[in-house]
């Protein structure tokens, strides 16, 4: 570690630098955060883009007081380390260590909070409203990158700040990427502002000043460079028109510019915006070649960036090669992404349908209205949308899709725990928040052939539907040539038996089979089941393992409360069946980041736990046999 990184306990220690201590800092940290992700992984492009605007930011505010509200939050690293946490900084991501974004119980230089996109301006404006009633005069700073702004809410926020308060800086920390290149007008927009052609020869001519003479003098004469050029600068308009008062582009990269906007900024009496331009990856060069790989990943070689070999496919690569198969067959197939074209899978889908493939930004519940609205044509829209993600979209599910019987696809990707990422990414609600939707059929596929099955058969529905699956690799099971649509409602048994039925719902199916297989060992007859189908639930086979067996057991990658188990439990209360249910699923709390095995074996989802509890129950049926007859 550097010898100046090493003397960084807490942001006062970062005040006390020179400006050239400040750039040597700056490179530690690079290096620190390159050698430390590397074992960790995580978020090293957007991290890497944000070392001299957290220090500019540390250097002249004072957090705890002051407010720091970062969008998405990805990008703390930096913020992490000044603040305190630099020698758990590889722990990252790790089971019991810090958590990969912020939060507000793990450290009071933490004001917030986040993991999905566009909430930091709404929230920092909270900030300031609560400052200014309570009288305060602390500082409220908002971070968002240029693709939260294609986020309905930032701009939601920014219709309402200049109503709201005078004091409230927003930055914007503009590197023209999302995960993937930024899309649509305010990406356009924010392009033109950079790349105009007047600026960059005022402010090139600036910047030789700058060489030349060097000292206070030059930084004027660039600074009022910057502000002629600003003042000639239409594209600046646009927060104008909202009502803050717009400064830059300038370049997030050096120091002392940055730490002079902010103390300037830091005495505006009416909201600002400062447009920072910075690099994703800066310092990395594999990390500035591959932008989209190095947004997130896992562990890498810290000399050469490269990763481990991927083994089997995953289950978004085989939805996406499944859509184009099918898409080849079905002109009435197009498919949508807000913004996660490479996580979706949906990259693979783009050079077989160009036409076909939409990216709306990080703008989910447009992403689903878009979609409700191509459907209203004769379209077959496919929302890829995460699990998590699609918590933004309820009430367009509700009020544009299901109410309209339209039928758009939902495939949940990530959908069950995430791992390292925490709790703002587990896709643990997504049975729970559309079982209720009228008219939906909610389903999850054992494996990957059946996935292609259901996509095929979703095709051919009326109305909406969703499929769940989860992160990571496929089953691994071969593949049928083309997918064959399968029954609506229609629980698949995969062995029967008539001591206990256990439903293991998606790839839980696998522990159903385990858990089978050591009841069978007991001398217990099970019979283990797929149950498909969420939503409309297969009452009939139910039925029938009500009348047999002693208890019913359900596996599923889904918080317990209101889930597959408790659809079991209804539907088997409105048919007059009193078998006991033994659910094993998450509990009613948010999971921690971690392992997903570990983080199973913790919360009680295993085999075991299973066992140990339906055991009970069968061993009293055996006894209560053996005395009557
Ligand atoms: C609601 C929501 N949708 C999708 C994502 C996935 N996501 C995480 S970061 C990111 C891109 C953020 O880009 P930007 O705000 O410009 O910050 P940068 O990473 O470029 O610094 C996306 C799409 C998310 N976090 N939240």
Known sequence: MGALLETIQSPADVKRLSFAQLADLAGEIREFLIQTLSKTGGHLGPNLGVVELTLALHYVFNTPQDK????????????????????????????????????????????????????????????????????????????????????????????????????????????????????????????????????????????????????????????????????????????????????????????????????????????????????????FQPALDLTKKFHGLGPYDPETGDTRPAGLATYSECFATTLAQLAEKDARVVAITAAMPNGTGLDLFRPHHPKRYFDVGIAEEHAVIFAAGMATRGFRPVCAIYSTFLQRAFDPIVHDVALQKLPVLFCMDRAGLSGDDGPTHHGLFDIAYLRGVPDLVLMAPKDEDELADMMKMAFDLPGPSAIRYPRGAVAGVARKAEPVAIPVGKAEVLADGSDVAILGLGPMTVMARQLGARLQQDGYSAAVINPRFIKPIDREMLESYARRVAAFVTFEDHEKMGGCGSAVLEALEEMGCDVPVVRIGWPDQFIEHGKVDALREKHGLTVEAAYAQTAPLLAARRRRTLVAS
């Open 68 to 283: 720091f509200v970062w969008d998405v939050s990805h990008q703390v690293y930096t913020h992490k380390i000044l603040t305190g946490r630099r020698e758990r900084l590889d722990t990252i991501r790790q089971p019991g260590g810090l958590n990969g974004f912020a939060l507000r119980t793990e450290c009071e230089h933490d004001c917030y909070g986040a993991g999905h996109a566009g909430t930091a301006l709404s929230a920092a404006l909270g900030m300031a409203v609560a400052r200014d009633l309570a009288g305060g005069t602390e500082n409220v700073i908002a971070v968002a990158g240029d693709a939260a702004f294609t986020n309905g809410i930032s701009f939601e926020a920014l219709n309402n700040i200049a109503e709201q308060t005078n004091r409230i800086i927003v930055v914007l920390n503009d590197n023209e990427w999302s995960i993937d290149r930024n899309v649509g007008a305010i990406a356009r927009y924010f392009h033109r502002v950079v790349t105009n052609e007047h600026y960059q020869s005022l402010h090139k001519s600036a910047g030789k000043i700058l060489q030349k003479i060097g000292g206070k003098t030059a930084l004027n004469v660039m600074r009022r460079a910057e502000e002629a050029a600003k003042g000639m600068l239409w594209p600046s308009m646009l927060f104008e028109e909202f009502g803050l008062e717009y400064f830059g582009p300038v370049d997030g990269h050096n120091l002392q510019q940055l730490v002079d906007s902010f103390k300037f900024l830091k005495s505006a009496d009416r909201p600002v915006l400062l447009h920072i331009l910075t690099q994703k990856g800066r310092g």
